[in-house]
């Protein structure tokens, strides 16, 4: 679907990186333009990354006709996460959590997943399939991977993405969700625009009692136009360099950029607060009948 690599080096975006720029401006500017390194990585990050790379190298199997055993999927993980997070400093673990805790959740919360995997006839197209999508209505390119693409019985493609979370998503939010979205429209306008699309997310849930769910779902031309100009305006805000900081975003507790955001919004506000302690000058205000009245000394 077009070479990544080209694209990278020139103006574009990623779905993730308009969701970061929608769940706050602020982020997306420390992490992508001004690129400062994160104060920690948290443990939610880098376990569903090793999660992650489980599942893929899962499929990629499956593509070459190979179905892995629970224990090989577990031992995979295993690896993974000792690579990522043994002796790790970098990561910042919850409260309750830590590197053995988490190696028993994953292996928990995998086997939960492969005795719930549906069995089926599915062709795997793609595992980590790279897209370029290429818009006149688009100003810039966006591109990205989408982590499984299948081709079920009936030929349908099914595009899936992989999620690990602490928590069950709702059906609204699947519904919304913008990265499905992004992913239906490249398939489109990339070889698949006269097939059925069915869109699917794989949950992986981390809770007490480990879940997996499945949530299809699909997008009308409607929402696609709709993610469309959302992407638009997100392009607009970064060009006129609005990046507004969303402190009450629920990602602000656990976020490595907490201090660097706290700088920025504090800037200056000690003078600010000195100036404010001052004596009120004389105003001049418009009463609500369009009459002008003096305020002396801040008295109304």
């Known amino acids: 679907m077009n070479d990544l690599a080209y694209y990278k080096l020139r103006p574009h975006l990623s779905a ?59 031992e995979s993980f295993e690896g993974f996460w000792k690579e990522m997070a043994q002796d790790n400093p970098e990561i910042r673990y919850s409260e309750g959590e830590d590197f053995d805790t988490l190696l028993k959740k994953g292996r928990e919360l995998l086997a939960v997943w492969h005795s719930k995997l549906p069995e089926n006839d599915f062709r795997v197209i793609g595992v980590e399939e790279p897209f370029v999508l290429i818009r006149r209505d688009l100003s810039v390119p966006i591109i990205g991977y989408i982590d499984l693409l299948e081709e079920d019985e009936a030929g349908t493609i099914v595009v899936t993405d992989f999620k690990t979370s602490g928590r069950s998503y709702s059906a609204d939010e699947v519904n919304k969700n913008l990265q499905l979205t992004i992913y239906q429209i490249s398939i489109r306008e990339n070889g698949f625009r006269n097939r059925e699309i069915l869109l699917k997310l794989d949950c992986l849930v981390k809770t007490k009692t480990p879940k997996f769910e499945q949530f299809y ?35 602000c507790q656990n976020c490595g950029y907490k201090k660097k955001c706290d700088e920025f919004l504090e800037d200056g506000l000690a003078e600010d607060c000195n100036h404010s302690n001052r004596p009120a000058q004389n105003l001049t205000l418009s009463g609500g009948n369009g009459e002008r009245k003096k305020v002396e000394s801040g008295k109304p």
């Open 16 to 74: 993730s990186s308009v969701n970061d720029y929608i769940d706050c401006g602020l982020l997306y500017r420390l992490s992508r333009i001004d690129r400062i390194p994160p104060e920690f990585k948290t443990d939610a990050l880098e376990f569903g990354s090793t999660i992650h790379f489980v599942l893929t190298g899962f499929y990629k199997e499956k593509k070459l006709g190979n179905r892995l055993l629970l224990k090989d999927i577990q």
């Open 217 to 251: 779902t699909s997008r009308s031309e409607i929402e696609e136009r709709r993610t469309i100009k959302k992407v638009q305006e997100v392009w607009r805000g970064m060009k006129e360099g609005i990046f507004i900081p969303n402190d009450g975003h629920w990602r």
